[in-house]
């Protein structure tokens, strides 16, 4: 008999347990607990949860015993992770309870907060006061501000805005958090609601919807074992996403080849079977080099790209890109941006909607549905042979033609045979059958031109047809723990939940305009109207009607300021912003410039902050050199809970949206910021309702039905998420669902199924987001269908109709997604493309292969041109905001429409006085700004200080030795930390230049009773990508010194 | 009985330190709580070595070559002798050794002497002051019996360690290494086949032993001899220990060891 490796374990384990049976006369009281004395999970009551910290959503085990934490690991039955947990996971424990070194006893974790406190202004220290003063004073001070500051109509359109407070933060909280979270912020007219993604991942949005249609994630974790190529670029997956190594060395033991390019030689670079340095912010050149070196050697998997991208679409003649100055046609030198007209596509035909009885668009005129123009479908010229020279395909070669590999290596810094090697095996991924994917993070992200970094991956994977394949494309990983859910929510300025535009008063005064302006005539974004009526009877219930346009009045509208992350605290600094509400965010660490942040802070009136500690922001009157007395803001601090002191949905980097079940409740008076926001809401419309004020119905008229004795009810959140009918209250199965007309309310039209099951609203367990069945997966490609539920309507692998040919012939047979079997689809994963359509008789009909691939693009194929993109339809190379060298590419130095580059804020530096590139990074061991690591002892002892990393070279030049003290410095500010001066980092020759780099994480503050260090934040610029004003944390000049 | 054996491999392991922040987590070992404690130590391994509250350690050895960087990670912990030196020496009987080749250490026997310290030619057991004991990595032998992996393995995200049968770990750690000299490692090796008698703690070291810190030909005599030069000067000490827990020696089971000598010093088996 052959036993497998667990039932090997089940064996020994029962001969062991007689020869471990030990007898203990003698112990110490403080040896009593030790798991040797007997077993540790001895009567404990185990709960499922998902890990707090990076967004690959890991499964851990909560013990529990008479209530009192007992352990926490890794769950062996979560496919992710399978028990695993890296050095954060591992010490999720240390969150709540740690053990006394004297004693070795167990305790609460001194650092934890258990109280509401207050600093008064001008005061040196926090008093507690009790929960129901803090939410009354917090309420008072919200509602006096939004009362003075608030404006009904501007430029004769109604905006019903406050501009006077802001709302930062909410990754860290569950989805169901989120979404009443921003729902409450917009209740009140809040502009300023940004958290976060606007600073991880926002450019991935913007890059890969505007090539793709959707901005997320493509494949998912367990997927990375199918493989042949996987390339880590801008991302140091090993440290901050360390179960992705499981699925890396699966895809390894098949053979499959692992490449990192990055400027520091990392943890992911040691077990990497090719490394390649690259100087920071040069990656589209390093990707305009691959794209120029698939066309070249004809390495593009051909049929994919004929017939699933626009390759053969044809541009008006009047689209130009000049060399000498940079530029795309349409530049305005006086806006400062471009004008896209001369980027549109020939015009073949026009195509009205069938709003017919029988027609596809026929529920546009149903009664109820608020008025709008139908769409006029504009279809595309196109030349089938590519040989147009307006045609995309052959604007793209010549493009590109620039970017030859003697170029790129000057630029880059990689040596040319390095870039060879890194190319040919990428691009041997383009063999029809092959794939590979391509892991990111902030080295994509966190730059000037991050959004068109994550568009040039897009353009690179779609001429290697890895887009929709298992084992392809493009991967995202994100940061938290639900980075993607409070994305999707849209605790974010310029959307509201599930991807759609937040209006802009000069853009969108009425519904129709809106409508009308953001339902695109082709694609299934086209059935955007119902999305956002039934959003809005979500969010207005029985208020919203027809009559009042859904209420969408009340939606806050933007005027033309910029309201990211950036300008949130520029407005601060101007005194617009009066008011913050911190909701696990940490901005006097994490924002670019922090130290302007930080004085921006102290302009405030008032500042909440909601956190499981106090934090350098809670806390930010105590920061060095600052004088108490002189800070006039008064300071909340409410005690959180943490992410297994309470229940609810998270959704992981790969869209698996994880139910995160209660183990445990929270210690002292510590809540869920769930009933935190609940009992604000209540206290404020109990306020507005008795006293009145500007525009009261805004926020007394929010359908609220999210309470059950007493409490916020987490489930009854849900529901409204998933969408119901409005007639009878009963969950609804899926977004086709929905219509336009009023009868269905749903808070996030791409979460509709994950909570759907009518028999047991009240169960998590029982809805598709809390199924736990590994055993089943179709194809054995990890795909686990029945292991939670993933948005969109349970696709593991978005746009899947590419993995099939033309035809529906599967690429590659043994990874097999769908498949067309001569007269039906046969499917592994959930069909993203029109598979079949419902006759109106109720049967079905298979729809035979198309091309019609993605479906969330107008176009209906992959964007290998894009005209949603504000600086051009091709990603070109632009040096960062502060390079030390010339853009040898092209004539204009910095991506053209960067943002906030003339803020005075900003205080850029030159090469003269500081020629070195610095990059930011985080550790395995810690995170974000370290409020979360930097408290518990196993992690602060696992890293302790804060340094700089220097190379060897730098390092002799500067007369530095290893671990010496030294000072990083630009015109922002100054910090000191020890040096770690190695030969994981080497300068980089840039067109016969040495150029020095260096790297520091950002971890360190001054706010722990553990471990404090320099804020690396005071030194990065508060400059802003092009399209979502993603701060520019990876690439930026200093200089440094012995201090 | 069958052998059992945790195979690390060097050449898969990012050095997350998943294992050494768990090793704590399921033991229960504290930290320190002191306020900025902790010297910067110029390296990702942020210990020097073990200590009385840390069992195991991930260590970070890097070189700079013509090509780049060897970093080597390693996986520092008790190996698990088959022939245990601390067990040869232990005063207290509290070091045992488990059918399936597990070095047990039980604190409740241990008296504080130190002698497995001195005496184990890895340095792996340490000094747990707060207790007046010492301590080292039992293989999680706890939950080994329940059926699960030590807290090590099954934490690892990189699939770096992999926990079974001896003979099946020493197969597969030989394979491994066979395959990285295919890819160009030439210096990578097997530790633990063989050394001490066989250990249970096998490595894949993709550098060669030197470059991840690993003692070649370690071995037992040595040890033990050290031992008979520290063993006068350690009595001393201990002697005050054992008056409080007399009671204790009168239950111990010593194992493979003469009984225990008033004055509080083993006497070694003569062969």
New interface residues.
């Given amino acids: 008999m052959e036993l497998t ?1 667990r039932e ?3 064996m ?6 007689v ?2 049976t ?1 007898e ?5 009281p ?2 009593a ?4 004395a007997g ?2 999970l001895v009567d404990v009551r185990e709960t499922p949860t998902i890990c707090c910290y990076c967004g690959c959503g ?1 499964g851990a085990i909560v013990s529990v015993r008479d209530g009192e934490l007992i ?4 769950d ?1 039955d979560h496919p992710i ?1 399978r ?9 999720q ?2 969150l709540r309870s ?7 006893e ?1 305790m609460l974790n ?1 650092n934890r907060l258990t109280k509401p406190m207050v600093r008064r202004p001008g005061s040196g220290s926090w008093e507690e006061l009790s929960w129901e003063q803090a939410i009354d004073e917090i309420s008072r001070r919200i509602k006096a501000t939004r009362d003075a500051n608030y404006e009904e109509v501007a430029d004769g359109v109604t905006v019903n805005r406050c501009e006077a407070i802001a709302s930062l933060g909410g990754a860290a909280l569950d989805n169901e958090e989120g979404y009443v979270l921003q729902k409450l912020m917009r209740g009140l007219g809040v502009t300023f609601l940004e958290h976060q993604a606007r600073v991880c991942h926002s450019s991935t949005v913007a890059g890969l919807g505007g090539t793709f249609g959707r901005g997320a994630m493509t494949n998912h974790f367990c997927d990375l074992k199918n493989a042949d190529v996987v390339m880590a670029i801008g991302s140091n997956n ?2 901050n996403h ?2 992705t ?2 699925w890396v ?2 895809a390894r033991a098949k053979g499959g080849k692992y490449i990192v390019v990055d400027p520091r ?1 990392t ?2 670079a ?2 990497a079977d090719i ?1 390649a340095p690259l100087r920071s912010g040069t990656d589209i050149a390093f990707f305009g080099g691959l794209v120029n070196h698939i066309i070249e050697n004809g390495l593009w998997q051909k049929e994919y790209v004929a017939q699933y991208t626009t390759a053969s679409f044809l541009v008006s003649p009047d689209f130009a890109f000049d060399e000498a100055t940079g530029l795309f046609s349409g530049w305005d030198d006086e806006t400062q941006a471009y004008d896209p007209a001369t980027w549109g596509y020939q015009i073949a035909s026009e195509e009205p909607w069938d709003t017919s009885p029988t027609g596809p668009y026929a529920w546009t005129t149903k009664p109820g549905v608020p008025k709008f123009a139908p769409g006029v479908n504009k279809v595309a010229k196109t030349d089938p042979t590519m040989r147009d020279p307006d045609c995309v395909w052959q604007l793209l070669k010549r493009h590109y033609a620039r970017y030859t590999p003697d170029m790129v290596s000057r630029v880059t810094g990689c040596p040319a045979d390095k870039l060879a090697e890194v190319w040919d095996a990428f691009a041997s991924s383009g063999k029809s059958e092959k794939s590979g994917t391509i892991l990111y993070a902030m080295g994509q992200t966190q730059h000037t031109n991050g959004s068109e970094n994550v568009r040039a991956m897009g353009v690179v994977q779609a001429l290697l047809g890895n887009i929709g394949v298992a084992g392809g494309g493009i991967n995202a990983l994100r940061g938290e723990s639900n980075v993607q859910g409070s994305t999707d929510v849209a605790l974010l300025c310029h959307i509201v939940p599930g991807y759609m535009a937040a209006p802009v008063a000069a853009k969108h005064p009425t519904l129709q305009a809106w409508l009308e302006s953001e339902t695109p005539a082709s694609g299934y974004w086209a059935n955007k109207p119902k999305f956002l009526v039934s959003l809005l009877k979500e969010v207005y219930g029985d208020y919203a009607t027809v009559k009042n346009d859904y209420a969408y009045g009340m939606l806050p509208k933007l005027n033309a300021e910029n309201h990211t992350l950036i300008g949130m605290f520029e407005a601060m600094d101007k005194g617009v912003v009066k008011g913050m509400m911190l909701w696990g965010q940490n901005p006097a660490v994490s924002a670019p410039n922090a130290d302007f942040a930080r004085s921006a802070m102290s302009k405030l009136d008032w500042l909440v902050a909601v956190d499981l500690w106090e934090t350098e922001s809670a806390g930010f009157w105590k920061a060095p050199g600052v004088a108490a007395a002189a800070v006039q803001t008064e300071v909340f601090m409410l005690p959180a809970a943490v992410s297994y002191e309470k229940q609810g949905s998270v959704s992981n980097s790969g869209r698996w949206i994880q139910w995160r079940w209660k183990a445990i409740d929270p210690p002292g008076e510590a809540r869920a910021d769930l009933e935190i926001a609940h009992q604000l809401f209540k206290s404020l419309k109990e306020m507005y309702e008795a006293e009145g004020g500007p525009n009261r119905e805004q926020i007394t008229e929010l359908h609220w039905p999210y309470e059950s004795e007493g409490h916020a009810d987490v489930t009854k959140v849900a529901r409204g998420m998933n969408g119901y009918t409005v007639v009878d209250g009963k969950l609804i199965p899926n977004f086709p669902t929905l219509a336009a007309d009023g009868s269905t309310a749903c808070g996030l039209w791409i979460y509709a199924g994950y909570y759907a099951n009518n028999e047991a609203p009240d169960d998590p367990a029982k809805q598709a987001t809390g199924t736990r069945d590994r055993s089943v997966d179709p194809g054995d490609l990890g795909l686990y269908p029945m292991w939670t539920w993933a948005w969109p309507l349970n696709r593991r692998i978005i746009y899947n109709r590419a993995s099939a040919d033309i035809n529906g012939r599967p690429w590659n047979p043994a990874r097999t997604l769908v498949a067309w079997k001569g007269s039906a689809w046969k499917n592994n994963d959930v069909p993203d493309f029109v598979w079949k359509t419902v006759l109106p008789d109720g049967t079905e009909e298979m729809v035979p292969p198309n091309n019609k691939a993605f479906i969330m693009t107008s176009e209906l194929s992959a964007r290998l041109f894009s005209t949603s993109m504000k600086d051009g339809p091709f990603p070109e190379h632009y040096e960062p905001f502060e390079s030390p060298v010339a853009n040898l590419l092209n004539g204009c130095q910095a991506d053209p429409a960067l943002t906030f580059g003339s803020a005075a804020s900003v205080k850029p530096g030159d090469a003269a006085q500081y020629p070195i590139v610095c990059t930011s990074f985080r ?3 810690h995170w974000q700004s370290g409020s979360m690591t930097r408290n518990i ?9 804060m ?1 700089v990393m220097l190379s ?1 070279e730098l390092a002799a030049e500067k007369r530095i030795a ?2 010496d003290w030294v000072k990083v410095f630009n015109n922002r500010g100054a910090v000191e930390m ?1 040096a ?5 980092l080497k300068p980089f020759r840039v067109d016969g230049k040495t150029i020095h780099e260096i790297g520091m994480p950002w971890h360190w503050g001054y706010a ?5 260090g320099a804020i690396a934040n005071d030194l990065s610029p508060n400059v802003g990508d092009a399209n979502t004003s993603i701060p520019e944390y990876k690439a930026f000049l200093v200089n440094v010194e012995k201090a | ?2 052998q ?1 054996a945790i195979l690390y491999d060097s ?8 294992c ?3 090793c ?21 391994q ?2 020097p070595d073990l200590n009385g ?2 069992r195991l350690i991930v260590t970070y050895d ?3 070559t013509a090509g ?2 060897e ?1 080597a ?1 390693g996986r520092r912990s008790c190996f698990h002798c088959s022939e245990p030196a601390c067990m040869a020496v232990c005063t207290g009987s509290a070091i045992s050794q ?3 080749g597990t070095v047990m250490q ?3 026997k241990c008296v504080g002497c130190k002698y497995c310290m001195a005496a184990c030619p890895f340095g792996t057991p340490q000094c747990r002051d ?2 007046g004991v010492a301590d080292k990595c ?1 293989l ?10 030590p ?1 090590c393995v ?6 770096a360690m992999t926990f ?2 001896r003979d099946e770990m020493v197969a597969a750690g030989k394979k491994r290494v066979q395959a990285l000299k295919a890819e160009g490692f030439g210096k990578a090796e097997l530790y633990g086949e063989t050394e001490m008698g066989g250990m249970h703690v096998l490595h894949v070291a993709k550098f060669g032993l030197e470059a991840h810190g690993l003692v070649r030909n370690p071995s037992q005599s040595d040890a033990v001899s050290l031992f008979d030069i520290l063993k006068p000067l350690a009595g001393l000490s201990v002697a005050a220990v054992v008056g409080g ?1 007399a ?2 020696f009168v ?1 111990g089971i010593g194992y493979e060891k003469d009984e225990l000598h008033a004055e509080g010093v083993t006497k070694e088996e003569e062969e």
């Fill in positions: 490796r090997f374990f089940k020994t384990g029962a001969v062991l347990m020869t471990t030990y203990f006369a003698r112990q110490s403080a040896l607990g030790e798991p040797e077993w540790k890991c352990n926490i690991e890794g062996p992770n028990g695993s947990l890296c050095a954060k996971g591992s010490a424990f240390g740690i053990y006394d070194p004297e004693s070795g167990r001194p090993a440290m360390p179960v190594m499981e060395q699966e030689f943890r992911s040691a077990v490394y550790l395995t061991e002892p196993w992690l602060v002892e696992a890293i302790p200080r340094f060897v290893d671990g020890y770690l001066v190695t030969p994981r722990s009773g553990l471990a404090t | 009985m069958t059992i050449s898969k392991c990012v050095a997350c330190k998943g050494q922040v768990q704590k987590q399921w033991n229960m070992l504290p930290s320190p709580l002191g306020k900025n404690v902790e010297e910067f130590s110029s390296s990702y942020s210990m509250d840390t890097e070189a700079g780049g960087v970093w990670f488990l059918p399936d039980d604190k409740t707060s207790l039992n999680c032998s706890d939950r080994v019996a329940m059926g699960r992996e807290a099954q934490t690892c995200p990189a699939g079974g049968p827990l009671v204790s239950t």
